[in-house]
Structure formats: structure tokens, C-alpha cells
């Protein structure tokens, strides 16, 4: 893997070193990329949250275009990348503070849900406590992540970006008199 991700880099190094069409190209793919996951499945806001989310995909699943296969390479190598955002800020390798992506807010419980399918498991056919989870617990799990991914690109959609975009409710402590 270590070989792979040298070719990479080096590979997106050559194309983004110059001012010319090959940079452009590059750049106008990581946007492709970061868009139709946006848009689709993953939900991540830029290149390092990409990087991040990796740890749920297996390598085959990162073969759609030259982006995914760089950051599977570097998740699974533990490289940072530090070039990145200043190509583009959606490349950047940090997260723009005080906003928790679609991605993020749900990664915990779509990475419970994977290593639970990984070991063969299911909602059917598990023993909830085993996961140290009651049974309400377990099937909100599973209701909420089908609820996430049917619901978030609708949300996205309307303009929340992300979970800080809600509109949040202000409720008073105060007991009614």
C-alpha cells in the first residue's frame, strides 16, 4: 500500500505543481468527488474528512475516480496530507471550526452498524446485549441510521449543510407556574 500511495502523491504533486490545465483538471475532480459524495452517500465536506471516513470503506469500494483511491491510500497508510489546502480550501486538512459535517455527526453510529454487518450480524438476528445495547436502544440505532441516510440529501438539499445550519428550539428550564 505504501508504494501506491507514494505513486499518488507523486502523481497529484506533477499535476498540481504548474498554473495550467492539469491542476484544473485535478482540482475540478476532487470537487466532482466531494460533490457526488456529498450530494450521494458519504456526506464529507472536504478532502480530510474524506481521509476520515475511509476507515468505513474497503478497498474495493474506493476505485470510483483517482480522489478515492488517494485517500483510502492515506488512511490506510496514516499520511497527512499538508499541501492540500492550499490548492483549495474543500482540500483543506482540517475541518472548518464550529461545524460538525453530515458525516461526522453520523460516523459513530454508521461505524457501529458496520462492524456489526462485518461479523455477519443484523438487526434480525443479533442479540442486542451482546452490543451492550437494550432493545430500544438497538432498533433506534438501526431506524436512525436507514432515517440519516434517507433524510440528510433531503436536508442538504433545502440548504443545512450541516448539523449547525438547524434551526435550533429555545426552551426555558423554567418549570409552568
Not at 492539469?22 to 475540478?28: E, G, T
Not at 474506493?62 to 492540500?84: H, M, Y
Request: aromatic letters at 6%.
Amino acid at each position: 500500500m505504501a508504494v501506491l500511495t507514494q505513486k499518488l502523491l507523486l502523481h497529484a504533486e506533477r499535476c498540481i505543481r504548474h498554473q495550467d490545465v492539469s491542476k484544473k483538471i485535478m482540482l475540478a475532480g476532487s470537487n466532482r468527488t466531494l460533490d457526488g459524495l456529498t450530494l450521494n452517500e458519504w456526506l464529507c465536506d472536504s478532502f480530510a474528512e474524506l481521509i476520515e471516513e475511509m476507515e468505513l470503506w474497503k478497498v474495493n469500494d474506493a476505485t470510483g475516480d483517482f480522489w478515492q483511491r488517494l485517500a483510502k491510500a492515506l488512511q490506510q497508510s496514516n499520511i497527512l496530507v499538508t499541501w492540500a489546502e492550499q490548492l483549495d480550501s474543500r482540500l483543506a486538512s482540517v475541518h472548518t471550526p464550529g461545524k460538525l459535517s453530515w458525516a461526522a455527526a453520523t460516523r459513530s453510529i454508521r461505524e457501529c452498524k458496520m462492524k456489526i454487518e462485518r461479523i455477519r450480524g443484523s438487526r434480525l438476528d443479533t442479540n442486542s446485549e451482546v452490543w451492550g445495547l437494550d432493545q430500544a436502544r438497538w432498533e433506534l440505532m438501526w431506524a436512525g441510521e436507514a432515517a440519516m441516510r434517507k433524510s440528510i440529501p433531503t436536508l442538504r438539499q433545502a440548504g443545512y449543510e450541516s448539523t449547525s445550519d438547524l434551526p435550533t428550539i429555545q426552551q426555558s428550564c423554567r418549570g409552568k407556574h
